[in-house]
């Protein structure tokens, strides 16, 4: 394999297992900071994917959150 397809496939590996880590995390405990409504564990499980793949833009949502 080439080396730059080698070093890209590691990358976005990297990038999913970073989307991963983030998403369980924002959606176990960081959802409730972005969006206050209630939110049912189905809700949540829905949420994941797409937080998984746009993880850095939830991730700074995250952090720019008010407190509740």
């Known amino acids: ?4 397809v080698a070093c890209l ?5 990297l990038y999913a297992a970073l989307g ?3 998403a369980v995390a924002f959606v176990t ?3 409730t900071r ?6 049912s564990p ?5 949420i994941l994917p797409g937080a998984a793949a746009l993880w850095p ?3 700074i ?5 008010e407190k509740p």
Do not use: K, S, T
């Open 1 to 4: 394999m080439h080396p730059l």
């Open 9 to 13: 496939l590691d990358l976005l590996a």
């Open 20 to 22: 991963l880590v983030a």
């Open 29 to 31: 405990f960081g959802v």
């Open 34 to 39: 972005v969006q206050p409504a209630a939110m």
């Open 42 to 46: 189905g809700a949540r499980i829905l």
């Open 57 to 59: 833009y939830v991730v």
């Open 61 to 65: 949502r995250w952090l720019r959150a």
